[in-house]
């Protein structure tokens, strides 16, 4: 990948002859942006462009450059593919749009492309990209004139639209490296990400993803990764995730941008949910070290936007640090009235010193040098007037931070005069630990994340996230497509050791009988045929059977039903299970066309669909894990045993758990799969139904 | 309250000889805001100030001013109000800190001011306020130099803060007028909401509320002048509110912010949960008339930009608008692979058609005139270069608003050079019906808010938010203070008509034996004793006794435990209850110091915690408010009956619902009561237990 970001030489192939407005020249763009190295153009017909000789064909190229960008129309760009490959260039940027972003037509040129450039050894960027910026060494693909940053930040930008480098200032704060890798034909995130990882000039990591192949090896490269370069994400595309169809509960209830959080969550990659988020985490990420812990001391000058801090940390899990004693038995004396707590409400202090700067200074000092103190913010107002001219934050901050050695975040935020709220913040744009915020949401958000990061980076690393082989499957082949009910689906079950519900399989109306009081009262009564698939719809279930009378009246009601309905349909016997009470929870399966199988566990029978109440997790998983989902769901206390009333026995239901896993990746065509209800009871849990949907 | 805005002539009080930085003068910020009136200026023993000639005592002064601006120490300013009030000044801002904000001598200091001005027929702003501004004619009470806006906004804003004055650019966007209403000691913010309601120069109103008085008189002062002016609130405290202490599920449900939430929501006041928020939504609101549906068109140079406002919307409750087939005909055959949706994806037709900024003209146009079609959202980047000085989104603008009579909104997001952003952005700022956001969250927050305004105004007008009279009660009165259980409680509740599990008091075995008979087994048995209100936690309760014999066991063990236990005790007899079987529910009440009797149902029995699926309204309700409650909750498709379960009986929990409101309103004592469980069956409801507590 570092050839791609720093090219020894470039051709360009489908550069206009025009230049200036309504061109868009990437030859002007890269001569604009400084580029070292050497440009190469070919033209069939034009022999120079902005002074640039050019060749007709890439075959008359006096070298190999290291770099090829392709911007011609969709059609010709196979055969300008080839004649790169062919030339033996390694490195190809597909410019051009109207691929797999357009029709069938698309996908299959941009397929022809792919093709064609690894029967060579050859790679390609996009196509439909803007391509790679690289301030650092002075190379653009782009055919926007994008200003190059003197001064480069040390954030890589890897996204699927190029707005993230015209935009960098408006969306990640600072601009860094940038790809943009379009419809990610061949070059992928992953493979991005295997070069940043080492790349000295890297030390922020943010992603725009609207999708992703190699799921899991993605998971497995950032979770490396991160331990040593925040990755911070923003996955777009939830809505239309939501609306897809599903088969099941579990599909239903378990949308793909859950399992995409769910993912990321896994890998350690700091998701931001929005434009506004994002900026204001990258801006965290560029100006702090990590919070170590969630506590913050807060100073404002009115005790109103106290209240409005805590309120944010609250939304986004920080907390107000205790309020430093030594600071209160400095600055307490000096009024008598005014009791100090965290958030610090400066204003008293400030009329009663006749020095507001002087108190803001002091009770900062005083916050951060505190233990118990992992970072602070401060809400200051900026004045144009004259009158305010002893009000300089700026000096005032840059004291502060000499009593701040460990570099503990300082988050400020201006309100006032706009203009001069622009200049003082960018007075301190330079000083290391501080960074100026647009509102105290933001701060709190950035510096929020810089916590997650923290806590991602203390908890033990994750396992490997590759998907286990498929073991020999227990139960043979499934039907390549379908849907999998009753005896055909509970066999599965059994061959994974799934508690199925005990159930006898009676020939007639004695043997029922038999196995009823064997297992003892009440039962449920099932008919069994390949022709009644549906049988809760047409009654072939009867619930709390209470006693053998019941049974036998019962036994011949469905025998009737069965012949009037189906007279010539074949009944495999009458199944009589035990009835079991307990809490009914709903297990199940999902696969992710990114991620692969997920485990899903939660509130199930009629409360399903109205608690939504689900806990997710890549399968396969430990025992550990198993337990960990439970532990996550809303109706855990009801599960441990909630008001006096009995819990249910959890190993049994992590047992379950962990089986189901090892079913779904032994059974790769499984698509969906649920286990609603699972009973669960002091002593056991019980699988009495399920529902395989298998195929694509 | 006018002549708090425009007084025409102002005494300062406690004005310091001292100016410039650091002195906070208010007589030079007054002076240097243009007052147009006459001031005066009370001194003990400084001659002048300023020039200004000052008066030793306000006994002195030759005229009885309009309004008086005290800001001295906390200790003098009640000998400052009388010498004013005395003196027949009806109007004071005491700007000075220490009051009810600080301590209990300053809640004593606070309460003499108020009673001395009210017993002399003057109004107090504050204390502990900034006072009021007012840019329209030129009236500042502030020690802070605002500046003074030329063309001030219609746009008002209420404030418990100065906050908002000082930083209007940041907080709202514009500065219009401001009140600070600080402690609110006196002037709340009911009384401004009734000055302003008529006020010319405000179209828009703007609260910040760290908390209220006169909560019912506020909704219906709201509900008023929403009909023709919006209000937007920003309620801060959420956190403090959580972790109030509360004696029943009820309390702990619901805690006073979500009820500020309900209240403000039934009085159709937009509440804005954060600072970010507010700004987006004042930005809206001063840009644009409120949407009339809730469909977007969005264009935008990058496809990725569209997903993401895509997401936002749904965040939002916004939708995309169908696209435009006009828009289609003319511009898909413009390029042989683009198909067009909404969003808009323009660079591919900009690209074909060499001007992206015709494109963009005529994709907005095609959607602004589409009747489907009710706002629009632009995503366009800036540029610096002169290679793109094709690109002229301002020239664009005012073309197509020139094809939206209607003024359907038009927000616009700029990206790119930051300092050209804000050129175009200025640029903008004039044309009605277009604004320019920071980012397509806040864009979207705003419109959505103008949105949610809009179904504010169509829908009915709520009824009158006052709290009826205590009637008679018709349980007689209860204990000042307490908790009631068992009997007590339940005797309440028959007195409303609350359906009370069918029981009989019986005092011997055979009457528990014949009642039993009567209502049919199985049955509850309760022991009935003042010395047993723990009964459950006793043993006191058996569930579920199924006949006659184990009638008969139970009675006797009952017998046995309560002699056991309390052999002095008093036993009333065992009560022998109807053992219904229905889904749990939570009916309660729980009084707010704010807004009074909140009426709440939710999931109940061992869900009631772990759900916390709760509906909630002001007391009383009405059988429609009451049924809307019950549409509100989580649970309510298990109610209505779902997935082949029978659904409960709806007409007898709307009618436990109303009943419960009217006790709570003929009951102003009653802090919480809570009905867990109430059952419902599919043919009635059913209290069965009941807690109230009562008093402070």
Same mark, same amino acid.
């Given at each position: 990948?570092?050839?791609?970001?720093?090219?020894?030489?470039?051709?360009?192939?489908?550069?206009?002859?025009?230049?200036?407005?309504?061109?868009?020249?990437?030859?002007?763009?890269?001569?604009?942006?400084?580029?070292?190295?050497?440009?190469?153009?070919?033209?069939?017909?034009?022999?120079?462009?902005?002074?640039?000789?050019?060749?007709?064909?890439?075959?008359?190229?006096?070298?190999?450059?290291?770099?090829?960008?392709?911007?011609?129309?969709?059609?010709?760009?196979?055969?300008?593919?080839?004649?790169?490959?062919?030339?033996?260039?390694?490195?190809?940027?597909?410019?051009?749009?109207?691929?797999?972003? *357009?029709?069938?037509? #698309?996908?299959?040129?941009?397929?022809?492309?792919?093709?064609?450039?690894?029967?060579?050894?050859?790679?390609?960027?996009?196509?439909?990209?803007? #391509?790679?910026?690289?301030?650092?060494?002075?190379?653009?693909?782009?055919?926007?004139? %994008?200003?190059?940053?003197?001064?480069?930040?040390?954030?890589?930008?890897?996204?699927?639209?190029?707005?993230?480098?015209?935009?960098? %200032?408006?969306?990640?704060?600072? !601009?860094?490296? *940038?790809?943009?890798?379009?419809? *990610?034909?061949?070059?992928?995130?992953?493979?991005?990400?295997?070069?940043?990882?080492?790349?000295?000039?890297?030390?922020?990591?943010?992603?725009? !993803?609207?999708?992703?192949?190699?799921?899991?090896?993605?998971?497995?490269?950032?979770?490396?990764?991160?331990?040593?370069?925040?990755?911070?994400?923003?996955?777009?595309?939830?809505? /239309?995730?939501? /609306?897809?169809?599903? !088969?099941?509960?579990?599909?239903?209830?378990?949308?793909?941008?859950?399992?995409?959080?769910?993912?990321?969550?896994?890998?350690?990659?700091?998701?931001?949910?929005?434009?506004?988020?994002?900026?204001?985490?990258?801006?965290?990420?560029?100006?702090?070290?990590?919070?170590?812990?969630?506590?913050?001391?807060?100073?404002?000058?009115?005790?109103a936007f106290g209240i409005i801090t805590a309120d944010c940390c609250e939304d986004y899990g920080l907390e107000l640090a205790p309020f430093p004693e030594a600071l209160r038995e400095m600055e307490e004396p000096r009024i008598d009235w005014h009791k100090l707590h965290n958030p610090v409400d400066l204003w008293p202090l400030g009329m009663v010193t006749g020095s507001f700067?002087?108190?803001?200074?002091?009770?900062?000092?005083?916050?951060?040098?505190?233990?118990?103190?992992?970072?602070?913010?401060?809400?200051?107002?900026?004045?144009?007037?004259?009158?305010?001219?002893?009000?300089?934050?700026?000096?005032?901050?840059?004291?502060?931070?000499?009593?701040?050695?460990?570099?503990?975040?300082?988050?400020?935020?201006?309100?006032? @005069?706009?203009?001069? !709220?622009?200049?003082?913040?960018?007075?301190?744009?330079?000083?290391?630990?501080?960074?100026?915020?647009?509102?105290?949401?933001? *701060?709190?958000?950035?510096?929020?994340?810089?916590?997650?990061?923290?806590?991602?980076?203390?908890?033990? /690393?994750?396992?490997?996230?590759?998907?286990?082989?498929?073991?020999?499957?227990?139960?043979?082949?499934?039907?390549?497509?379908?849907?999998?009910?009753?005896?055909?689906?509970?066999?599965?079950?059994?061959?994974?050791?799934?508690?199925?519900?005990?159930?006898?399989?009676?020939? @007639?109306?004695?043997?029922? %009988?038999?196995?009823?009081?064997?297992?003892?009262?009440?039962?449920?009564?099932?008919?069994?045929?390949?022709?009644?698939?549906?049988?809760?719809?047409?009654?072939? %279930?009867?619930?709390?059977?209470?006693?053998?009378?019941?049974?036998?009246?019962?036994?011949?009601?469905?025998?009737?039903?069965?012949?009037?309905?189906?007279?010539?349909?074949?009944?495999?016997?009458?199944?009589?299970?035990?009835?079991?009470?307990?809490?009914?929870?709903?297990?199940?399966?999902?696969?992710?066309?990114?991620? #692969?199988?997920?485990?899903?566990?939660?509130?199930?029978?009629?409360?399903?669909?109205?608690?939504?109440?689900?806990?997710?997790?890549?399968?396969?998983?430990?025992?550990?894990?198993?337990?960990?989902?439970?532990?996550a769901l809303k109706i855990y206390p009801i599960l441990k045993g909630a008001r006096g009333q009995k819990g249910v026995h959890l190993p049994s239901l992590v047992e379950t758990l962990v089986n189901l896993s090892r079913l779904a990746t032994d059974y790769p065509t499984i698509r969906e799969l649920d286990l609603n209800p699972v009973l669960a009871t002091p002593e056991a849990?019980?699988?009495?139904?399920?529902?395989?949907?298998?195929?694509?």
């Amino acid at each position: 990948m570092q050839r791609f970001f720093e090219p020894r030489s470039v051709v360009l192939i489908g550069t206009s002859r025009q230049t200036g407005p309504g061109a868009y020249n990437n030859l002007e763009m890269l001569l604009n942006y400084g580029y070292p190295g050497h440009i190469y153009l070919v033209h069939p017909k034009v022999p120079d462009i902005m002074g640039y000789k050019t060749s007709p064909r890439v075959a008359d190229l006096p070298e190999v450059p290291d770099l090829a960008v392709i911007s011609l129309g969709r059609d010709r760009v196979p055969a300008a593919v080839r004649d790169c490959v062919h030339h033996g260039i390694k490195r190809l940027v597909v410019i051009s749009q109207g691929f797999a972003d *357009a029709d069938e037509k #698309g996908k299959e040129l941009q397929e022809d492309v792919v093709r064609l450039a690894r029967e060579h050894g050859a790679r390609v960027v996009g196509p439909n990209t803007m #391509g790679i910026i690289n301030p650092f060494y002075g190379f653009t693909t782009a055919f926007i004139d %994008v200003p190059r940053d003197p001064n480069p930040a040390p954030l890589t930008v890897v996204a699927q639209s190029g707005a993230f480098q015209v935009g960098a %200032v408006s969306f990640t704060g600072r !601009m860094g490296k *940038a790809i943009d890798i379009g419809n *990610a034909g061949d070059v992928d995130v992953v493979e991005v990400l295997e070069y940043l990882e080492h790349d000295p000039q890297t030390r922020i990591i943010v992603l725009h !993803m609207e999708g992703i192949t190699r799921g899991r090896l993605f998971l497995n490269t950032a979770a490396r990764i991160i331990r040593t370069k925040p990755i911070i994400a923003i996955k777009t595309g939830r809505s /239309a995730a939501g /609306a897809q169809a599903a !088969m099941s509960h579990t599909g239903s209830l378990v949308g793909e941008d859950a399992i995409f959080d769910l993912a990321l969550a896994e890998a350690g990659v700091i998701r931001v949910k929005n434009l506004v988020e994002m900026l204001a985490v990258c801006r965290a990420f560029l100006h702090f070290e990590p919070l170590k812990g969630p506590r913050l001391g807060v100073v404002t000058a009115t005790g109103a936007f106290g209240i409005i801090t805590a309120d944010c940390c609250e939304d986004y899990g920080l907390e107000l640090a205790p309020f430093p004693e030594a600071l209160r038995e400095m600055e307490e004396p000096r009024i008598d009235w005014h009791k100090l707590h965290n958030p610090v409400d400066l204003w008293p202090l400030g009329m009663v010193t006749g020095s507001f700067t002087g108190v803001f200074k002091r009770s900062l000092i005083g916050l951060l040098e505190d233990g118990r103190v992992d970072g602070a913010v401060a809400l200051a107002p900026v004045f144009v007037s004259p009158c305010h001219a002893d009000l300089d934050i700026p000096a005032a901050v840059r004291k502060i931070q000499k009593h701040n050695p460990e570099h503990k975040p300082l988050a400020i935020l201006f309100y006032g @005069d706009e203009a001069a !709220m622009v200049a003082q913040a960018r007075e301190l744009a330079g000083d290391p630990g501080v960074a100026c915020f647009d509102s105290v949401d933001e *701060a709190i958000m950035g510096l929020a994340a810089t916590w997650r990061y923290r806590q991602f980076l203390e908890r033990p /690393a994750p396992g490997d996230f590759t998907l286990p082989e498929p073991a020999v499957s227990r139960r043979g082949r499934l039907p390549s497509e379908g849907v999998l009910v009753g005896e055909e689906a509970l066999n599965v079950l059994k061959a994974y050791d799934l508690p199925l519900v005990p159930g006898v399989l009676a020939a @007639d109306e004695a043997g029922a %009988v038999a196995a009823a009081a064997q297992m003892g009262y009440p039962v449920v009564l099932k008919i069994i045929s390949a022709a009644w698939l549906h049988k809760s719809d047409w009654g072939g %279930v009867l619930l709390n059977v209470a006693n053998e009378a019941k049974l036998r009246q019962g036994f011949r009601d469905l025998l009737a039903r069965f012949r009037q309905r189906t007279p010539d349909g074949v009944l495999d016997g009458i199944l009589v299970q035990k009835q079991v009470k307990g809490i009914e929870l709903l297990c199940g399966l999902k696969r992710d066309p990114q991620f #692969g199988p997920v485990l899903v566990a939660g509130a199930g029978g009629i409360y399903t669909e109205v608690l939504k109440d689900v806990a997710r997790a890549l399968a396969p998983v430990t025992p550990d894990q198993a337990a960990q989902m439970l532990r996550a769901l809303k109706i855990y206390p009801i599960l441990k045993g909630a008001r006096g009333q009995k819990g249910v026995h959890l190993p049994s239901l992590v047992e379950t758990l962990v089986n189901l896993s090892r079913l779904a990746t032994d059974y790769p065509t499984i698509r969906e799969l649920d286990l609603n209800p699972v009973l669960a009871t002091p002593e056991a849990c019980w699988c009495v139904d399920c529902r395989i949907v298998v195929g694509e």
